[in-house]
């Protein structure tokens, strides 16, 4: 694993940790936002244009 997802993983856990120390309504709200984030990432493409001055 690279340097940056260790980083990645480790703001990740402490998301997760966080959202232990809320209520269960916290809880899910954090767990729901923390699911769309995953589906656009999972969904998401980058892509390169090189910028063309005119």
Not at 14 to 43: C, D, N, W
Request: zero cysteines.
């Amino acid at each position: 694993m690279s340097k940056k997802e260790t980083s990645f993983d480790k703001a990740e856990l402490e998301l997760l940790k966080e959202g232990l120390k809320r209520s269960y309504k916290g809880r899910f709200e954090m767990a729901t936002r923390l699911y769309k984030i995953q589906q656009t990432m999972s969904k998401a493409v980058i892509s390169h244009k090189p910028y063309i001055s005119k």
